[in-house]
């Protein structure tokens, strides 16, 4: 197992050095071959998470295997990358994988430094209800970290154009609509999944406690995060908020997110 996780990290990290050639020097090539490492390492991934959870998490606990940092980081490595080769085949936006690779392979080189300690899992959360609810989560946070990269993005193309000092960036980032529509994307995606995945455990939480809502810091600052991404989608549906403001939201966002912890 060990042998595969190093084989992911190198992956990962071979193809955050294609993105960066790729941002330095412009050649297709370069983004093709690191997107394929970046799929490569994403297969990999897969296949490693699924043996944990088919030898270990299965049969005793039947939950996903995040109950300790070091799963928790791995999972979330796997999402980035995984919500990434989605996007890439819809607009094509083939820079934000400079941030995509990378994020996911320092991630996934924490995971791996991290002592993998055994966890007592509680008995309340042995159930499939809890693993669809880990995966929607982790789904939209992976959403919410891209549509933040996006977001930053816009602000600096925006600036350099605005400025009209096309230097280094403005040759190489994608136009200001491509950015916004993948931005927006990234929230209704990423906002679908969390709520989802809240609703799932708000209702869990009912069925083994008693109660929808125990007023926990994770469940305040979750609440929070919700309201802010509901409040851009309806901004943009209702008096058409786009480009900077919702650039600014996406960053926003995704950094109240951060207080997020998963149940």
Request: proline share 2%.
């Amino acid at each position: 197992m060990e042998f595969m996780v190093i084989a992911i990290i190198i992956l990962y990290l071979f193809s955050t050095t294609g993105y960066v050639i790729y941002l330095l020097a412009q050649k297709d090539y370069q983004q093709k071959a690191a997107f394929y490492l970046l799929l490569a390492g994403f297969t990999l991934h897969c296949i490693a998470m699924g043996y944990e959870y088919a030898c270990y998490y299965a049969h005793i606990t039947r939950t996903m295997p995040v109950h300790n940092l070091h799963d928790t980081l791995s999972v979330a490595s796997w999402s980035i990358a995984g919500v990434f080769l989605l996007l890439r085949y819809k607009f094509r936006l083939k820079i934000l994988g400079v941030f995509a690779a990378s994020l996911s392979a320092t991630v996934m080189i924490i995971s791996n430094w991290l002592p993998d300690v055994p966890v007592e899992v509680n008995t309340a959360f042995n159930s499939l209800w809890v693993v669809v609810h880990v995966v929607f989560i982790f789904i939209g946070e992976a959403s919410m970290a891209l549509a933040f990269a996006t977001g930053l993005l816009y602000l600096v193309q925006e600036h350099a154009i605005k400025t009209k000092k096309r230097g280094f960036f403005y040759k190489r980032l994608p136009s200001l609509d491509l950015l916004d529509a993948t931005g927006y994307v990234c929230i209704v995606v990423g906002f679908s999944m969390l709520t989802i995945g809240l609703i799932l455990g708000i209702v869990y939480a009912k069925l083994i406690s008693g109660n929808f809502w125990s007023w926990t810091l994770k469940e305040v600052f979750s609440g929070i995060t919700w309201i802010v991404y509901a409040g851009l989608i309806h901004q943009r549906f209702t008096v058409g908020w786009r480009g900077r403001r919702a650039a600014i939201m996406a960053i926003i966002g995704f950094k109240s997110d951060r207080s997020h912890v998963v149940l």
